[in-house]
């Protein structure tokens, strides 16, 4: 079967390039720091192939932020898998990961919660709400397997130091927030189930 002119032969594989470089770029600039024209000429595509597979620039941001929720849930749920059974090794090895993170080269924040609180508005904040959510449920699933007295309580509140955490290593270039992090939180965990098991 013929390929209709204009269509690329590879669509799925574009689509991806495409939210691979404007992540990227969107990341490093904000999401109004770069109008239609930018992003394609960064992409190296043409406005016509932007619009085919996003509709505009809010398709384009939504896919972008979708794609790195989607990559950054999958990246902490594996680490957390790979340090073992042990549910402290796997809250440490979270936190352990972010130090990391925060230490690269061009890290601005959380992607996803940039977007939110530079416009509050869906998709963003949709994106933001859902992300969250992904955090919360690992975190609850550690404590919970710890044997927590209050896993969702004790989830919320590690995830207060999971965020908070990055606003600091964003805002004050502190990269050993994580840590500090890390200690409150291995703290919180085993607090949490010290109460659960007292007679």
Known sequence: MPVPKGS?????????????????????????????AELCAEAG???????RHFGSKEGLIR?????RSDRVT????????????????QLAAVFDALGRWYREPGFRGCAIVNAATQRHTTPANEIATR???????????IAARAGAADPTALGRRLLLLLEGAT??????????????????????LKCGTQTAHSP
Do not use: C, M
């Open 8 to 36: 690329s032969l590879n669509p799925d594989r574009t689509r991806a390039a495409i939210v691979r470089v404007a992540g990227d770029f969107l990341y490093a600039r904000g999401l109004d720091g770069a109008g239609i």
């Open 45 to 51: 595509i043409s406005k016509e192939t932007l619009y």
């Open 63 to 67: 896919a972008v932020l979708e794609a």
């Open 74 to 89: 999958r990246w902490l749920a594996q680490v957390a898998a790979d340090a073992g059974d042990e549910p402290a090794d």
């Open 131 to 141: 992300h969250l959510g992904r955090h919360l449920d690992l975190l609850t699933t």
């Open 167 to 188: 606003v600091v290593a964003d805002h004050l270039g502190a990269p050993g927030s994580a840590d500090d992090a890390r200690e409150a939180a291995l703290t919180l």
